[in-house]
């Protein structure tokens, strides 16, 4: 019995067994083409002579990271994609390519590749990025591997985790919650059970969006330190304001729940406020900056000096939830 | 029962799920620390200005690239970065980063993981290169994948698979036909029971080795295409023959089995040509130039005019063996 299981509508085609190796990768490079991919190694071309590469690495499993029967083969490969290139925003950097590490069992459909592979191309376009290169191998799990690399440009300093300093604002940009509500939203109802008019968190979930830019639009208006809420907000703030040796508080009304968030609470009998303060993988930029919210940004606290417990407050309060997600 | 067993001396300490995610990332950056390393994403500092970024990605799956009883962990990190760097240079540029995702079953000893990234700190570090980043998960399977980054400095053009010219020399760094024969022993004695004088084939398999700087080395003095042996000689021989428009004859005395590879044929009965034609992962550097083979380099052929059928001969013949690695 096979470990990995793909819905029915995919099945039936050939599977990348049957088609072999070259056939797989002919079958990615239509749906994410580059003039870079083909030989040993991708060389990439710098949109400015000056800039420095930045390099991130996320790993995605079946069945841990994504279900086969709540996401699409396309929402798989976007939120590849997304995860990754957040992480490159949270840098202040361009995205500039992907590579792609795939292990396949042999009898997955090539029809469930050409959709994955859809969707990163789908992404990468958005971002005016390529997908360079990758390896495909046989396995007995579905393992996806994307390194995003980005560009970063001009004499500014990167946006990291030390260099939050008080009297500045924390900003965001992007939901806070939803994709954690749409996990469970799919753990109690499965994806085609989930209320319709719940779907949009579903959605976020499945197939993250961050819009190309915020992370240089930052960076060129004074933003020092950045990150993304990759494991949770109260968790990823808390890396930055002990990196930074600062304290960070939140205000509450900034991140309250929206209608879609206490709906789903309801519908579910849960607190939001565990989503919106525990759930991650919404990469939302977050951000620390004097004066004015960069454009697309807005300010949800303060960083100030920093205290003896807790590195995250919320309204100066211990937060109601501070875990995060734990990969073992 | 677990899919993936670990030998038992690695066993009796801590698993990776008992010590969790952060001081599995503090074991791994304890054997190879980087100053690039802990933030969203590593920003590489580039040796000139001028230099463009290269990149490229390999997976490594336990059971299909490595198997837990004849690798030590030390041996599977080494490999993973060295065949990851094979490809940097195989561009003439320099390796200067690797980035390491892996997916391990919690029960992993945290003894594999420490060994793992040894291996990958020792290599790194005779490159003059640094773990930059990485991402870890649990999962069924036992999957590393490494992202390489190299720079490539200088106004000469990268070593492609298009640019071999008739009239040119082919010449290679390093030995063919080792891996391939050391995993034929493998599969027959197992690591222990090799015989002690064939053991430089095992670990050629285990742990390949490749000097570093030699792609520079030949893209100074005037090489034009390369790559390595990563599927099999005639294979990855015929992708860069077929890409650049030529053919390429290999002189068999120059790549004829020397005694250890003669010896291992003897014992298992096996025709040592297949090792060198069909075996890949030597990770020999492979280059066509003009004039004398750059240092550290050996003439083995000459690329000529294109003919219809094979792109690649040996003494004028189609090689007795032709096949390569199938991923699938």
């Known amino acids: 019995m096979p470990n990995v299981t793909f819905p029915e509508h995919l099945q039936g085609g050939p599977t990348v067994g049957e ?56 929402e798989i490969g976007q939120k590849a994609i997304v995860q990754n290139f957040a992480d ?53 799990s579905l393992v996806l591997s994307v390194t995003a690399l980005g560009s970063l440009g001009g004499s500014l300093p990167e946006l990291t985790l030390n260099r939050a300093r008080p009297g500045q604002v924390v900003v965001a940009h992007g939901r806070i919650g939803y994709s954690a509500a749409g996990l469970a939203l799919l753990q109690r109802f499965g994806r085609a059970g989930v209320p319709a008019e719940l779907t949009p968190l579903v959605e976020a979930h ?17 933003a020092t330190a950045m990150t993304d809420n990759s494991d949770g ?35 579910l009998g849960r607190d939001p406020w565990e989503w919106i303060l525990s759930g991650g993988e919404d990469h939302t930029l977050l951000s620390t900056t004097f004066g004015e919210p960069p454009s697309g940004f807005r300010a949800i606290g303060h960083v100030t000096k920093p205290r003896l417990d807790d590195p995250v407050t919320v309204d100066k309060k211990t937060p109601a939830y501070a875990s995060g997600w734990q990969s073992f």
């Open 19 to 74: 088609i072999g190796e070259f056939e797989v990768i002919r079958v990615i490079t239509e749906q994410a083409s580059s003039a870079l991919n083909g030989d040993d190694a991708a060389v990439l071309r710098h949109a400015s002579p000056n800039s420095r590469a930045v390099a991130t690495t996320d790993m995605l499993v079946e069945g841990r990271h994504f279900q086969l029967d709540w996401s699409t083969p396309e």
């Open 88 to 140: 490159i925003e949270a840098m202040g950097a361009r995205p500039i390519a992907a590579l792609l590490a795939l292990s396949a069992p042999t009898h997955t459909p090539v029809e469930f590749v050409r959709g994955l592979a859809r969707g990163i191309g789908q992404r990468v376009e958005e971002y005016s990025a390529e997908l360079v290169g990758g390896d495909i191998t046989s396995g007995t």
């Open 206 to 222: 499945c197939a993250p969006r961050l819009n190309p830019g915020r992370g240089m639009i930052a960076r060129a208006a004074g």
């Open 233 to 267: 907000l109260i968790v990823d703030l808390s890396q930055l304001a002990r990196k930074s040796g600062v304290r960070i508080d939140i205000d509450s009304d900034t991140i309250a729940p929206d209608d879609l968030l206490s709906a789903a609470g309801e519908t």
